[in-house]
């Protein structure tokens, strides 16, 4: 087994491309992430996508990518898990490098939301619930995030002010991520003040659905010097599920597959959480940032909102988070989010991070699918 | 690089399973090859699916699956690349296991497309066209099919007759076998009979969608041995990508993602066509199946339906093809196809093919996508 890297980065901005069609966007990040690493060619291509099928009736965005971006006729396959389909795709083109079977792979996560209406956007969005057992009767992903939310504050006694510092910080880095959907900073008052989605899930607790593509190039470990001048190294990859539909699992508050898969991780990377310097988490929705951290030792049960409050997940604290704006402020372009989330740790390895740089020779991201069911995680150092 | 071998192999009846929903079938097939290969559990489960969110609204298949077979918290991702999806799984286990990282895998693959109308269903099949430029404009799946079929005949000056003896070939192969949809032998005559559905495609060209699973269990070849009496090994397994348009492509009577796919496995197996003595190609109507054999190496330019003419197709001739009924008896679900056709071939290798028996220790599997989009190319051997 290879050790793999990260020798190319490449983004679309975050938000509303009416102009452009997702082939566009997603050749775009791809051309982006050669460039960065001074190559044209690649052996292989994984598309991290969750909706184009239901969206836009076009599947097989391997080939189609692959077509539209120049790369000819190399191995292409779409990769779905959801939210957490770029990840996935990264994870595979991780195996892909591992095996020894591919040399250069490019991981593209590509998303188009504003192609439909937004209500048939979030209809679409939540066939990563249970269908037959969630969705089918109304319950939608903000829907699931709300009974979440709600149990969250009634088990541990917080009230929705605690879930503000989750938002602020976001929109706080947003503001200096020129990648990012919304640049502009959020007040708590603001966040109290903003209307409700599916309560007690307020405006300003979800992330906004949208537009975006992102790309990663990896190659062997061995090769990486000759292509970049920081190679990123990726230290582990891990997956873990749980159970799809909320309701069957045994403590709806306790994430199961991302404690499972970043248990997976830090021992595959054989160090343990405070050795993380930056986290990259899945802040869908606050109460799923406050999740995250727990799940994945960050915070004790329940804990997750002091973090938050204590300043802890700034760009400054002990434990970063969503440092280039998260899902919140960045945008959560579905299956592009988890490609979005390396690159943006990349970023933060090389030191490219501008004003939100933090100082750091690890970090971990971790993508979540639907309400949990799936947690794919990265941990990077340099 | 590890080998990689398949130990237990399962599958459902294909067909239309009204009762039955796309986790039960899939975990059926699923049980099954576990028990074939004598286990309960495994690393990782890659779902081959092209459908589920827009015919169902159920993305997320892999941690959905996984909870339905009892595989526990396991990694588990969906991969889709049109109907090549079920083969394109296949090459994510095999990733997987020679990667190093994997010990035991579990692919499925899995289609439920009677779930919707049949108008419905083949305006789903048809996102594996280029929603753009075909689809969008009227032009579905068996329309594609149309238009080829319609060259072929003009460029090669061949007749509709000349393809019956594909789908006789494949009818005759159903029979014997339990799990096909269709276990009627059909006529030249009926053939010729049967109504258009694209014109020149008559009933008979076209494969039936249905709904079905299959599944496989992989694990490293030097493990192979404790699981099972006849493992057998994937010797080669690869990926060639085409543009999606024909239109955009050089020229549309040449599968080039079939030929280069073709060419990789052969080259990696270090075999020639002459070697294969059992060949599962993508027969999803009659034209593919000639362009198939052309593509790989069994016949010469638009000499594919002299090999059918000549009865070499037959499971007693030089290059059996469809020898448990192929798509076009058995069925086509969708996603699961190429599962299918790697645990036919498998049956074929364990000499466990009853009547259809072919005497071969080598066989190729190839699945497509869309028109020819993406191929995929598995190599087994005894």
Same mark, same amino acid.
């Given at each position: 087994m290879r050790k793999v890297s990260i020798v190319g980065i490449g983004q679309t901005k975050a938000g509303e491309h009416w102009e452009r069609s997702l082939r566009d966007l997603a050749a775009d990040a791809i051309l982006s992430a050669l460039k960065d690493a001074g190559l044209e060619k690649a052996n292989a291509l994984y598309v991290g996508n969750m909706l184009s099928g239901e @969206? =836009? /009736? %076009? &599947? %097989? @965005?391997g080939a189609l990518v692959a077509d539209w971006a120049g790369l000819g006729s190399i191995e292409a396959v779409k990769v779905e898990a959801a939210d957490a389909s770029g990840a996935a795709a990264v994870r595979m083109g991780y195996l892909g490098v591992a095996s020894g079977v591919q040399d250069v792979v490019v991981v593209c996560g590509v998303e188009k939301t504003t192609d439909a209406d937004a209500e048939t956007a979030i209809a679409a969005w939540s066939? +990563? =619930?249970? /269908?037959?057992?969630e969705s089918f009767h109304g319950l939608t992903m903000p829907g699931v995030a709300g009974l979440l939310m709600r149990r969250y504050m009634h088990e541990y006694g917080v009230g929705r002010e605690d879930m503000a510092p989750f938002a602020v910080n976001a929109h706080k880095n947003g503001v200096n991520n020129p990648n990012a959907m919304f640049r502009s900073p959020i007040t708590t008052e603001a966040f109290l003040k903003s209307g409700m989605v599916a309560d007690p899930v307020g405006m300003f607790d979800a992330a906004p659905l949208c537009d975006g593509a992102a790309a990663l190039v990896l190659c062997p470990t061995s090769r990486a010097r000759e292509l970049a001048a920081k190679p990123v190294g990726i230290r582990a990859s891990s997956v873990s599920t749980d159970r799809v539909a909320v309701h069957s699992r045994r403590d709806p508050l306790f994430l199961q597959a991302a404690y499972l898969s970043a248990q997976k991780a830090l021992q595959q990377a054989g160090v343990g959480p405070a050795d993380i310097g930056v986290f990259e988490l899945h802040d869908a929705f606050t109460v799923m940032a406050a999740l995250s951290l727990e799940a994945c030792g960050f915070a004790a049960r329940g804990k997750g909102t002091l973090l938050a409050r204590d300043g802890e997940i700034g760009v400054q604290g002990r434990i970063p988070i969503s440092t280039m704006g998260g899902l919140k402020a960045r945008g959560h372009p579905l299956g592009a989010t988890g490609v979005y989330q390396i690159v943006e740790l990349a970023l933060q390895l090389r030191g490219e /991070? +501008? /004003?939100? &740089?933090?100082?750091?020779s690890l970090g971990m991201a971790q993508s979540l699918g639907g309400s949990g069911a799936i947690a794919v995680t990265h941990i990077l150092g340099i």
């Open positions: @969206l =836009t /009736a %076009q &599947q %097989q @965005l066939s +990563g =619930t249970d /269908a037959e057992y /991070a +501008g /004003a939100n &740089q933090v100082k750091c």
